[in-house]
Structure formats: C-alpha cells, structure tokens
C-alpha cells in the first residue's frame, strides 16, 4: 500500500478537524520545509521517525555491463534516511510484517 499527500491531507482533515484546504496546505508546507532544509544542507530529526540528511557521494569507477568499458560515476549527493530505535522496534514488532515480505524487499 502506498500512502500519498493526498492521504496524509485526507488524514488531517478527518482526525484533526482541519478541512480539505487547510489539510492540504499544511502537508504541502512540511514537504517544502523538508525540501529547503534539505537543499540547505542541514539535518532533519523527527524524534521517534528518524533523521534525513544529505550525503555527499565521490567519483567512483564504474564498468559498462555491456561492453566491459570503464566509465567513471560523477561525484553526487544524495538524501540518506536513518529510522529511528522506536520506528525500528515498530516496524519488526508488527503483526503485518511477515518473513517473506521481508525476503521479498
């Protein structure tokens, strides 16, 4: 199941009691919040979720698989998610989670 912003919006409305506007508006204000810390190069910490941060990743050597050639991969960055012990400990103590999807992923 994939959950959207649309979702999210629907949730807020529904739980908090904001309406669909409202909903709408404040999810699509913490992505961009998320986004601009991001793209500042700062660290976010969402206490019992997890930490986003940006990793800076060197040139490396990379091949070709079809022809064998020796490319090299430009230096990038990337977002990196760390799940936090209480997101961690919720995901595997979940009734839903079952080995073979973990296999599976």
């Given at each position: 199941?994939?959950?959207?912003?649309?979702?999210?919006?629907?949730?807020?409305?529904?739980e908090i009691?904001?309406?669909?506007?409202?909903?709408?508006?404040?999810?699509?204000?913490?992505?961009?919040?998320?986004?601009?810390?991001?793209?500042?190069?700062?660290?976010?910490?969402?206490?019992?979720?997890?930490?986003?941060?940006?990793?800076?990743?060197?040139?490396?050597?990379?091949?070709?698989?079809?022809t064998g050639?020796?490319?090299?991969?430009?230096a990038r960055?990337?977002?990196?998610?760390?799940?936090?012990?209480?997101?961690?400990?919720?995901?595997?103590?979940?009734?839903?989670?079952?080995?073979?999807?973990?296999?599976?992923?």
């Amino acid at each position: 199941m994939t959950i959207t912003k649309a979702d999210l919006a629907e949730h807020l409305s529904n739980e908090i009691g904001f309406n669909n506007r409202e909903a709408k508006e404040v999810v699509e204000a913490f992505f961009k919040e998320l986004s601009d810390c991001l793209e500042r190069g700062e660290e976010i910490k969402l206490a019992g979720f997890g930490v986003f941060s940006m990793r800076n990743k060197p040139e490396r050597p990379g091949r070709n698989p079809k022809t064998g050639e020796e490319i090299p991969i430009t230096a990038r960055r990337v977002v990196t998610f760390h799940a936090s012990g209480c997101l961690k400990s919720a995901v595997e103590s979940s009734p839903n989670l079952s080995l073979k999807a973990v296999k599976a992923a």
